[in-house]
């Protein structure tokens, strides 16, 4: 929608972007702005309902040079929260890409002040969502300048020094979020497991992180026996990418342990053997999102939050296809913590891979806590939609902390039950464990119930399926179709605090 947004201090504002409340007419601060009367007989007229994201617009003819005021609505002054600010941000947003003017001057202290909430925050929102708004993907199409030219340059600025610092804030969490998100969008034939490790070494070099590769004879070497079958019937070729970020100054005692975030990275998901029907393959080029949230949060995180502590990011990279080298059901693989899988669903692949990463986590790593992000059943979209992903946790505190950064990132995150019962549904008659019950019961549950046999005693770890919201089907808020990159934001914020 924009081919650059930033921040701009100097250049004249050629719009000035301001918020009203449903029914609330115009704030004292607003009103401030309106020499000329022109603003309070806009928001009188009956378009100005003031409904989140409803514009109004007018031309101030005292402003220079300001000619044009947009004030945009922030819905019941009762139900305002950070959604709906980044939903009508994202509004306001699209109204300015339309415009294509160049500088646009944020006004939003005064009307906020009212419902006593934080400018800076607000800043975030916005940046955030004009940030997103920005995103495109232009690289297979064969007329790339004409699309270019035809986006506006945006700049932003605001005269309140809070909001500012909100506003590059929240454009560099975007920026973060557009990282994954290309990651996410680009094909399978281009995006094998090696070109996400190539990626990973490109982020390491340009934001000062480390980067190893697993593969080959290594992978057998690390007993990484998920990523070797789940992955040996394609020839491209299986890997598990491992991102370091180290701190300058660590902090003392538990604030400077390591963390462990980990990632679904499924190139293409074909079902493998129990191969996917009725075109349910379409769009499982996404199967690796939760392997691009990590590294775009590794780039937020080394950019932006700069955590006193260390935090790895492992990337179980394969692809899911079919040959006569490819793994089957009733296959039974052993994995490096002792533990053997009867294969019984070659389409719950990503258990398998994840297991290795969560086994060499707490092998290798000895983290702190782990969070992995995975696109692993279809199961958790008939459970909560596109609204929630799906979150499993063994730690209370642990859980405190995700569920602190969903709020702060507006990535909204529900609790669903670890027990037992579910425990018992993964037994298998041969080996310790299957990793699917044909039963139709609970296949999120299930998911979680199987990865937690790879979890080390008293490390806590979160599992957040994100397969209902790492895309969205139509445009929606500050995303276009495609993919939201969702897990980027909560991962930095959960470092941010952690
Ligand atoms: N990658 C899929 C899950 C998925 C489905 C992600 C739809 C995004 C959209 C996963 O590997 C899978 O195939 N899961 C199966 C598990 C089943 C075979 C136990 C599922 O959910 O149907
Ligand atoms: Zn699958
Ligand atoms: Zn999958």
């Not at 001057?105 to 800076?120: C, I």
């Not at 507006?410 to 464990?433: F, N, T």
């Amino acid at each position: 929608m924009f081919e650059s947004v930033r921040v701009d201090g100097r250049a004249p504002a050629q719009v000035v972007v301001t918020g009203m409340f449903e029914g609330g007419g115009l704030e004292p601060a607003v009103r401030d702005l309106d020499a000329d009367g022109s603003i309070a007989t806009a928001v009188g007229r009956p378009e100005a309902t003031g409904e989140c994201g409803r514009i109004v617009e007018t031309f101030p003819r005292d402003r220079k040079p300001a000619p044009r005021v947009l004030v945009v609505g922030l819905g019941k002054r009762d139900k305002f929260k950070v959604d709906v600010l980044r939903n009508a941000a994202a509004a306001a947003g699209r109204r300015l890409a339309q415009l294509r003017e160049g500088v646009a001057s944020l006004e939003f202290d005064g009307v906020l002040r009212t419902v006593k909430f934080d400018p800076m925050l607000a800043g975030r929102c916005f940046g955030e969502s004009i940030g997103l708004l920005a995103w495109t993907y232009d690289t297979f199409k064969s007329k790339k300048r004409e699309l270019a030219a035809k986006r506006g340059k945006l700049g932003l600025r605001s005269t309140s020094k809070a909001f500012t610092k909100g506003l590059a804030h929240g454009l560099s969490l975007a920026e973060s979020t557009n990282l994954t998100r290309r990651l996410s969008q680009t094909p399978p034939n281009v995006a094998t497991p090696e070109w996400m490790a190539e990626e990973a070494r490109k982020l390491a070099r340009a934001v000062g992180l480390t980067c190893t590769v697993i593969k080959g004879k290594q992978l057998e070497a690390e007993k990484l026996v998920g990523l070797i079958n789940v992955g040996k019937a394609s020839e491209n070729k299986p890997c598990l990418i491992r991102v370091e970020y180290k701190p300058r100054k660590v902090a003392a005692g538990k604030a400077g342990k390591k963390v462990v975030l980990i990632g679904k990275t499924m190139t293409y998901d074909s079902g493998g053997l129990s191969l996917k029907i009725n075109n349910t393959m379409v769009g499982m080029k996404r199967d690796k999102d939760g392997g691009c949230a990590v590294l775009g949060a590794m780039h937020a995180i080394a950019t932006l939050v700069k955590p006193s502590r260390p935090v790895v990011g492992l990337l179980a990279a394969a692809e899911n296809a079919i040959s006569d080298e490819a793994y089957r059901p009733d296959d039974v693989i052993t994995y490096r913590n002792g533990t053997s899988v009867e294969v019984t669903n070659t389409d719950a692949e990503g258990r398998l891979v994840l297991a290795d990463a969560l086994c060499y986590a707490c092998q290798v790593e000895k983290p702190a806590f782990i969070v992995d992000l995975a696109t692993l059943t279809g199961g958790v979209i008939t459970a909560l939609g596109s609204t929630y992903a799906g979150l499993f946790c063994n730690d209370n505190n642990l859980r405190d902390r995700v569920e602190a950064a969903s709020v702060s990132s507006g990535e909204r995150v529900w609790l669903l039950p670890l027990h037992d019962e579910y425990r018992e549904m993964m037994k298998s008659e041969i080996a310790d464990i299957i990793n699917s019950n044909a039963n139709r019961k609970a296949h999120p549950i299930q998911g979680a119930a199987f990865l937690s046999h790879f979890v080390a005693d008293g490390v806590p770890w979160a599992h957040i399926d994100i397969a209902g919201v790492h895309a969205v089907d139509a445009d929606t808020g500050p995303f276009v179709k495609g993919p939201t990159g969702w897990g980027t934001r909560l991962l930095a914020d959960l470092l941010a605090m952690a």
